[in-house]
T-cell receptor
């Protein structure tokens, strides 16, 4: 069956460092992948989208890569700040799935001053 | 633009009672989703509407859950009767949908349901 895996353990990093979060998937051939941020008590907020024919996407301090051979996406936050502390979710669209997104469990990021 | 509105924000009920959640999507968004998010897990899709038609309800427990989207705008999700395992946050999301298959989802802040 289709599976999406994100690091279940929280990622703790120092302010100013680069945070790297991983999203792996199996039994899946998504047309695109999206990353969302979720703060406690709030709904997820869209950050970035990357399509299967794109290797990398950037937006300000954020960078996403998509390796369809490894079936993996990496999400990077450079020059991290305490305000970046949140849970980050990856979501994959099932090919031909009418924009139906399947979410991973998310990775909690804590950036310490 | 105004975001996705959901109500109520919190709800506590006893098992076997019924409950309803309401969602008003972003104006003009054709696609509406209901997700269930259990603590520590990612959102799980329950049902997806395109305008007022159901696109996918394969993971909706239809013996107790029902949803409707009247006139292709607002939507309600109902649980009757509730079970303890229904305790979760129920998230509504919308996207522009038609013509934009990869458009991002805009989420409301959810309804936190506790079943005792």
């Amino acid at each position: 069956s289709q599976k999406i895996e994100q690091n279940s353990e929280a990622l703790n990093i120092q302010e100013g460092k680069t945070a790297t979060l991983t999203c792996n998937y199996t039994n899946y051939s998504p047309a695109y992948l999206q990353w969302y941020r979720q703060d406690p008590g709030r709904g997820p907020v869209f950050l970035l989208l990357i399509r299967e024919n794109e290797k990398e996407k950037r937006k300000e301090r954020l960078k996403v890569t998509f390796d369809t051979t490894l079936k993996q996406s990496l999400f990077h936050i450079t020059a991290s700040q305490p305000a970046d502390s949140a849970t980050y979710l990856c979501a994959l669209e099932r090919r031909g799935g009418y924009n139906k997104l399947i979410f991973g469990a998310g990775t909690r990021l804590a950036v310490h001053p | 633009e105004a975001g996705v509105a959901q109500s109520p924000r919190y709800k506590i009920i006893e098992k076997r009672q019924s409950v309803a959640f309401w969602c008003n999507p972003i104006s003009g968004h054709a696609t509406l989703y209901w997700y269930q998010q259990i603590l520590g897990q990612g959102p799980k899709l329950l049902i997806q509407f395109q305008n007022n038609g159901v696109v996918d309800d394969s993971q909706l427990p239809k013996d107790r859950f029902s949803a409707e989207r009247l006139k292709g705008v607002d939507s309600t999700l109902k649980i009757q009767p509730a079970k303890l395992e229904d305790s979760a946050v129920y998230l509504c999301a919308s996207s522009s949908g038609t013509g934009y298959p990869d458009s991002p989802l805009h989420f409301g802040n959810g309804t936190r349901l506790t079943v005792t």
